[in-house]
């Protein structure tokens, strides 16, 4: 692991008179695979909004590769970072390989056609060749989720930000998501992804960020910060959860504890 | 198909029709003229602009440029043995108030396309932040209060169309951003705001009230070409900025926020694209009076035809439009009594519309 790609510097966000965000800071190292989690609430979608330049912070900076995100312009900063929305719905017709060639607008200018070979090489690592013809209305929800993230590879940035990637996923294709996401990660790209699952963060991510409130809690590795004291801290004082080693996969397992229970 | 020859092949296919329709308007009125007599009367028209210097006596009619100061010669390329009263009634009567119907037509449905793209709502027509209300409050007060104005009415109503639409942009943005659903809301309340202004003056307006409830209504029927030149410089600049932007409009479909992360400006693409929109619709509706239903039909019709590409869309229901205007308001001005094109546009679309709504999905864009 080298320098930060992605440096998260004491943000703060209000929307409106709520404070979301409170001295956020987090760094990604290049080349690693960091995940965001943390109770519904805790800001997630409204830092990684923080990160790809959709939002301004009040306070403090976010930097890519160095250069500060409030500072360039969008096309610029969609030259560094591609996302992948978990607001996902859509109602137009266009196909999915036209939603896919829109990630390569940073990269062309106005008369020019979209350069194929990007498009073709993102539908294939996301095994969206076949609907390619398809419009994005027909497609299933999961399929909807990879086109998006194909349109994301298509941008070919060194960052990528992902929000509940794998939120409306069955548990297949969960885990290849996030497996091509780990493959992405290893081959030089640099990931930060919002999960809700935990355990699925724990075993594809190289470090975990908890989030509570507005603010984080823990950033480190997964053994390090899934520890029960930090999941009850952060998903609040009734949570009681059990945390084992996963047999299988050799990393954190966390069961949520009902109160009957021993 | 490739996405350039379905745009050509489309646009060229529409072209035809709208060069068929073209000529039978011609043929439609009081006088009879034939279809091949009225191609011919159209072709012996037909001016090439070919030298600034000239030779009076080898080149006939000379059009003097007068703010560059300067005498242009024309080569009449056809001379047809065509009826003098007829040429003069299909070059100099009927062809002016059909080509600008024709660019009124490509001009609204144009801007219709745009802003229901930018908007993101398929009841969005050209004049949803206003431009139609302001035209008509301008049109309707030169009317009713009878006064002499150096533009003369089209250009009072252009006036008051963009200061309306640069109002509604202004009211709509704070902190150098402009969410479309505010857009949309101040658009309704300033349009009921000036309707009631224009009732008021309606109230007013005595003797003048037939010429204004015309003009409220869509009227084509006082076009000269003098009227023709204006608008069709203005439309088709507008034309070409718009079609510059097809792209960015395809990606707004996704949503602003994702257009942002995939690189468009969207705070400047959206004022660009109000701003020449608006400009457009300001120019035909200063022209032709409040003509609705064509930028809010034809869009709809041709996404139906050809999807939802902008790049695709664009051009081919801007000559849609033109189609369904001439065709309109020759059905307007050719019946026993002359009705303003509005009336005909809203009479025969509104039906169409709700057709295809129950055939097909036109609540999606």
Do not use: M
């Given at each position: 692991m080298s320098d930060p790609l992605i440096d998260v510097d004491s943000v703060s966000v209000a929307l409106g008179e709520t404070q979301i965000l409170r001295d956020v800071s987090l760094s990604v190292p290049s080349g690693s695979f960091v995940a965001l989690v943390g109770p519904n609430g805790a800001g997630k979608t409204t830092l990684l909004r923080a990160v790809n330049g959709v939002l301004t912070p009040d306070r403090g900076s976010v930097s890519i590769d160095g250069r500060d995100v409030a500072s360039l312009s969008s096309r610029a900063v969609a030259q560094s970072v591609a996302t992948v929305a978990q607001d996902t719905a859509v109602s137009f017709s266009f196909s999915v390989r036209d939603v896919v060639a829109m990630g390569r607008t940073p990269h062309r200018s106005r008369f020019q056609s979209a350069d194929q070979e990007p498009i073709d090489r993102a539908l294939e690592r996301t095994r969206t060749v076949e609907l390619a013809d398809r419009s994005i209305e027909t497609v299933s929800g999961g399929e909807r989720q990879r086109v998006l993230l194909a349109r994301a590879l298509a941008q070919d940035t060194p960052a990528l930000v992902l929000d509940e990637p794998t939120a409306s996923l069955d548990i297949t294709?969960?885990?290849?998501?996030?497996?091509?996401?780990?493959?992405?990660?290893?081959?030089?790209?640099?990931?930060?992804?919002?999960?809700?699952?935990?355990?699925?963060a724990a075993r594809f991510c190289d470090a975990i960020v908890v989030l509570a409130d507005g603010q984080v809690i823990a950033h480190g590795s997964p053994e390090t910060v899934l520890t029960e004291s930090v999941i009850?801290?952060?998903?609040?004082?009734?949570?009681?959860?059990?945390?084992?080693?996963?047999?299988?996969?050799?990393?954190p397992s966390i069961t949520m504890l009902r109160s009957g229970d021993p | 198909m490739g996405r350039w020859k379905r745009t050509l092949w489309w646009s060229l296919g529409l072209s035809v029709v709208l060069a068929g329709t073209i000529?039978?308007?011609?043929?439609?009125?009081p006088v009879n003229v034939p279809a091949a007599t009225v191609i011919q009367a159209i072709l012996n028209a037909v001016a090439i602009p070919a030298a600034v210097t000239i030779d009076p006596e080898t080149s006939a009619p000379i059009a003097h440029v007068p703010w560059i100061g300067i005498d242009v010669g024309f080569i009449h390329p056809f001379s047809f043995s065509v009826p003098r009263a007829k040429q003069i009634i299909v070059a100099q009567i009927r062809l002016p108030r059909i080509v600008l119907a024709a660019i009124v037509g490509f001009t609204l449905s144009t801007a219709g396309t745009v802003m229901q793209g930018l908007f993101r709502n398929p009841m969005a027509d050209p004049s949803i932040i206003g431009v139609s209300s302001g035209a008509a409050v301008g049109a309707v007060m030169v009317l009713v209060f009878g006064v002499s104005v150096p533009f003369g009415l089209q250009g009072v109503a252009f006036l008051a169309a963009l200061i309306t639409a640069f109002a509604v942009y202004l009211i709509a943005t704070t902190n150098g951003r402009t969410p479309v659903e505010t857009l949309l809301l101040a658009g309704v309340a300033v349009q009921t705001f000036l309707g009631a202004v224009v009732s008021y003056l309606l109230l007013q307006a005595g003797k003048s009230v037939n010429t204004v409830l015309h003009w409220l209504m869509g009227d084509l029927a006082a076009a000269g070409w003098d009227d023709v030149t204006g608008t069709l410089v203005l439309s088709l600049c507008s034309f070409a900025i718009l079609i510059v932007f097809a792209q960015d409009l395809n990606v707004l479909l996704l949503g602003e926020e994702q257009a942002q992360t995939v690189g468009i400006d969207v705070e400047r693409?959206?004022?660009?694209?109000?701003?020449?929109?608006?400009?457009?619709?300001?120019?035909?509706?200063?022209?032709?009076?409040?003509?609705?239903?064509v930028g809010l039909i034809v869009p709809h019709m041709l996404r139906l035809l050809v999807g939802p590409d902008h790049r695709v869309l664009l051009p081919t229901s801007a000559i849609a439009g033109a189609i369904f205007l001439v065709g309109t308001d020759t059905v307007a001005r050719g019946g026993a009594t002359q009705l303003p094109v509005g009336i005909v546009t809203a009479a025969l679309g509104a039906p169409f519309f709700l057709y295809l709504l129950r055939r097909r999905e036109v609540h999606q864009l």
């Open positions: 294709h969960q885990v290849r998501t996030l497996d091509l996401v780990r493959t992405l990660v290893t081959e030089g790209k640099t990931a930060l992804a919002a999960i809700h699952d935990l355990d699925l009850e801290q952060a998903f609040g004082a009734e949570t009681r959860v059990h945390i084992h080693e996963n047999p299988v996969t050799d990393s | 000529v039978w308007s011609v043929t439609v009125g693409t959206k004022r660009v694209l109000l701003a020449v929109a608006s400009l457009a619709t300001a120019a035909a509706v200063s022209v032709a009076g409040v003509i609705g239903f």
